[in-house]
């Protein structure tokens, strides 16, 4: 992989509590700091950032959260640090600010210079967010000229084709830049969602979001922006911290370890399969059915991540 964007989790804290989110609650969390202490340290971010500078494979910088813009300052730091060091950089955020057109142009002509805006709508967000907000943020943004895209998570129910007349009805004036995804039996969703509101399988497929790793406040890094950050202990998505480690060393580890090859050749279900295992569970059932909850599959019990590196070394050996 000789191109990437890292991200940075600039704050655990989000305004909305979509039930289907990834990210597991600060309280949830062995270990875990309290929620006024879950944001990126300012300092932090100047030095994480000059190290990106100097690491050749970083194309570019994405800021997400949480809700990146419920820590502002931290945005702007982090943004105003990108601009000194010319790294291209992209937001992910609800849109919450966008209440009218005017609102969302002021607020997103301070990032005009940014090569993307990601925007998260669909039936869960608009529980909190009114989907009116994102389509205020894409008008904004397209008067502005600033690329965009929104993010739709769909339950097993939910199809493209009603999404999109949704967000047509409601007046989104683009639907060609609207990416689906299905929802994952991870984080917030494996309580608060039931199990036939998950998609019913997970092609065999690399997985490309190894094209992302994911900085998180206190300097971890992992090597994707999924579930790696919420399976507790060490594993091997746990690839350094960027305090202890430069991160042009820490990025080496995507040219030899042989879980990170795995995942991005052939993908979690594919790997999964090589340990001839049968789900024992209906939570085992759930998680198998996306990318993310078959990484947590594997990797949250130590014993079945041993004899995968055994399959896997054995792999490369022959």
Not at 286 to 309: A, H, I, N, V
């Amino acid at each position: 992989m000789d191109h990437l964007t890292i991200s940075f989790l600039l704050t655990r804290r989000c305004n909305a509590r979509c039930r289907h989110c990834g990210a597991w609650p600060a309280s949830k969390r062995s270990g875990a700091k309290p929620e006024a202490d879950s944001d990126f340290d300012t300092s932090d971010i100047s030095d994480f950032i000059d190290q990106i500078a100097e690491t050749p494979k970083i194309e570019a910088v994405g800021l997400t959260g949480g809700e990146a813009f419920i820590v502002r300052d931290l945005l702007y730091c982090a943004v105003k640090r990108l601009r000194d060091k010319s790294i291209p950089y992209t937001i992910v955020t609800n849109a919450f600010w966008a209440k009218s057109l005017d609102a969302a142009r002021e607020v997103l002509s301070d990032f005009r210079d940014t090569i993307g805006i990601g925007l998260s709508a669909d039936t869960f967000h608009n529980e909190f967010i009114p989907i009116k907000n994102v389509v205020n943020a894409a008008r904004a943004a397209e008067s502005l000229k600033i690329p965009y895209i929104v993010r739709a998570t769909m339950k097993a129910d939910d199809t493209e084709e009603g999404l999109k007349t949704w967000f047509e009805e409601e007046g989104l004036p683009n639907l060609d830049i609207v990416q689906f995804a299905p929802v994952m039996y991870i984080g917030e969703a494996t309580e608060k969602m039931a199990p036939e509101e998950f998609p019913d399988q997970n092609p065999i497929a690399p997985c490309l979001s190894l094209r992302t790793p994911f900085i998180v406040p206190g300097g971890d890094v992992y090597a994707c922006c999924g579930e790696a950050a919420n399976i507790e202990g060490e594993h091997p998505l746990h690839i350094g911290n960027m305090r202890e480690t430069h991160l042009k060393d820490i990025i080496k580890r995507y040219d030899s370890d042989p879980f990170l090859k795995a995942i991005y050749t052939i993908g979690p279900r594919a790997m999964f399969d090589l340990l001839d295992e049968r789900p024992e569970t209906l939570r085992d059932e759930l998680l198998l059915r996306s990318p993310c909850g078959t990484c947590r599959l594997l990797f949250e019990d130590m014993d079945r991540t041993e004899r995968l590196s055994e399959i896997l070394g054995e792999e490369t050996s022959s």
